[in-house]
C-alpha cells in the first residue's frame, strides 16, 4: 500500500499545509515551482510501476468518478490513500493534468523547435541534444 499522508483528523493537523496543492490549467514552471507536487510524483510513480503490467494503461479511460474527486483531493493539498485509486484512474488524472498545461509540456516556441529538429536532422543523436537543451529552460 502506497501512502500519501493519512486522512485521520489527528495526522491532518499535524501536516496541515506540508503537502502542496496541485494546481491544473497553469503553466508547468509555475506547477512545479518548488517541485513536482508529492500527490503528483506519487501517482506518476504508481503508473511507473503498475503501468507497464497494464494493457492499454494511456488509451484506457480511469473510473470518471475516481478522477473527479482524486483531482479535487490533489487540488486542495489534501492527504490520499492512493491504494485506493486503479493505475488507470492514476493515468486520467496524470492526463488531465497535462492536458490543462496551457501551451503544452514544453510550450508553443519550443514545441515548434522540436518538430523542425525531428523533420530536419536524421541523426537521432542530434535531436536528443535538442531535446536536453529545451529541457534544461522549460523547468
Known amino acids: 500500500m502506497v501512502l500519501c499522508g493519512n486522512s485521520s483528523d489527528d495526522l491532518n493537523q499535524r501536516y496541515r499545509g506540508r503537502i502542496e496543492k496541485v494546481k491544473f490549467g497553469v503553466p508547468i514552471n509555475e506547477a512545479f515551482a518548488h517541485d513536482i507536487p508529492a500527490t503528483l510524483l506519487v501517482l506518476l510513480l504508481k503508473v511507473n510501476k503498475e503501468g ?43 492526463k488531465k ?18 518538430f523542425n529538429s525531428a523533420l530536419h536532422n536524421t541523426d537521432a543523436d542530434k535531436q536528443r ?3 536536453y537543451r529545451l529541457g534544461a ?3
Do not use: C
Open 52 to 94: 507497464p503490467l497494464k494493457k492499454d494503461i494511456w488509451r484506457a479511460p480511469g473510473n470518471q468518478a475516481q478522477v473527479r474527486k482524486l483531482s479535487h483531493i490533489m487540488q486542495h493539498g489534501r492527504l490520499v490513500n492512493i491504494a485506493n485509486f486503479s493505475v488507470y484512474t492514476a493515468a486520467s488524472v496524470i
Open 137 to 139: 529552460f522549460t523547468l
Open 97 to 114: 493534468f497535462l492536458s490543462k498545461l496551457p501551451g503544452g509540456i514544453f510550450g508553443m516556441e519550443n514545441e515548434q523547435v522540436l
Open 129 to 131: 541534444q535538442v531535446f
